[in-house]
């Protein structure tokens, strides 16, 4: 089993929606959790991290859930640029090291 | 400032050569970190220094890998007797202190391609 799993997608979505991405990691010990985007081609780039307590930046709002090891990102009003593949990611055991889900594609339409 | 950056961006080889994957980290950054994107994967770590020294390699999938990173600054990840499945791209990342938690910024990678 994979230590971090996301909706395989891909999404397709019209300008202006609302969308929702999840994940679940089977470390229980895992202290810090993210979100990065990957452009087509390009490396990832942090989106935002995650605290229990939930945050927001923007249009995005991503929560966790210890007790369930279930994480998720919303995604308000897309935008087309919002068109991405969405990585949801978590510490390792070593702490430093980073476990990558899959991956999760956006494709935001007119 | 710059990020981090990666030569070359692409490369492509046969198999059983040997081929050097280069990154240039952030300025004062002491972490730094690589990892290998297969096509529709995310990213698998490989391995971490801090400093000069490679404090955890345990992602590297066998001994035709070996990374440097001898003044601490830049890193070069050589690859052995290549194989096809070596086919990827390779992310550098590098954060200031290594810590648990920190941003770690990637460069553009190097996407290596065995014939």
């Known amino acids: 089993r994979k230590e971090v799993e996301q909706d395989p997608g891909p999404f397709n979505v019209p300008e202006g929606a609302t969308v929702a991405f999840n994940c679940t990691y089977s470390n229980s010990a895992s202290q810090s959790f993210f979100w990065y985007r990957q452009d087509c081609r390009k490396e990832p780039k942090l989106l935002m991290s995650v605290y229990s307590s939930g945050n927001e930046d923007g249009r995005f709002t991503a929560q966790l859930n210890r007790a369930s090891q279930y994480i998720s990102l919303l995604i308000r009003d897309s935008k087309l640029s919002d068109s991405a593949t969405y990585l949801c990611?978590?510490?390792?055991?070593?702490?430093?090291?980073?476990?990558f889900g899959k991956g999760t594609s956006l494709l935001v339409t007119p | 400032g710059a990020g981090v950056s990666q030569t070359p961006s692409n490369k492509v080889t046969e198999k059983g050569k040997y081929v050097e994957l280069r990154c240039d980290p952030i300025?004062?950054?002491?972490?730094l970190y690589w990892y290998r994107q297969s096509l529709g994967q995310g990213p698998e770590f490989l391995i971490y220094f801090q400093g000069t020294g490679a404090a955890d390699d345990s992602g590297l999938p066998n001994d035709r890998f070996f990374a440097v990173r001898p003044e601490g600054s830049v890193s070069t990840l050589k690859i052995q007797r290549t194989e096809r499945g070596d086919s990827a791209v390779y992310l550098c990342?590098?954060?200031?202190?290594?810590?648990?938690?920190?941003?770690?910024?990637f460069g553009p990678g190097t996407r290596l391609l065995v014939l």
């Open positions: 990342a590098s954060s200031l202190t290594g810590t648990s938690g920190e941003t770690q910024y």
């Open positions: 990611v978590v510490n390792s055991n070593s702490g430093y090291a980073l476990n």
């Open positions: 300025s004062g950054h002491t972490a």
